[in-house]
């Protein structure tokens, strides 16, 4: 099976930074997309980031650019650089992977536990 394990939550400061960090590992054949979401208390989970295999990013508009994904194939680890962050941004952050399993198998969808993010002076 995979395995998600995010790291690099923590307490920030507005405006300040953090670089979040989701390794996969387990045995499959290749992952796809990976991605970041966000869920914060009373609200629905909603995209933060996607890059695929070939580092193709797609970022929720609401971002303005203060976000940034990326991943390391070799590591079969995502990261996200979190600059300029806001007190609307702390939130539980889940890592997303789109896995397969063997080569002819569909992909299937495996999520992280989470990592807390908190925005406040």
């Known amino acids: 099976q995979v395995q998600l394990v995010e790291s690099g939550g923590g307490l920030v400061q507005p405006g300040g930074s953090l670089t979040l960090s989701c390794a996969a590992s387990?045995?499959?054949?290749?992952?796809?997309?990976m991605g970041w979401y966000r869920q914060a208390p009373g609200k629905q989970r909603e995209l933060v980031a996607t890059i695929t295999s070939g580092g193709m990013t797609n970022y929720a508009d609401s971002l303005e650019g203060r976000f940034t994904i990326s991943r390391d194939n070799a590591k079969n680890t995502v990261y996200l650089q979190m600059n300029g962050l806001k007190p609307e941004d702390a939130a539980v952050y889940y890592c997303n992977a789109n896995v397969k399993l063997r080569f002819n198998s569909f992909p299937g969808a495996y999520w992280g536990q989470g990592t807390q993010v908190t925005v406040s002076s």
């Open positions: 387990g045995s499959f054949f290749s992952i796809n997309a």
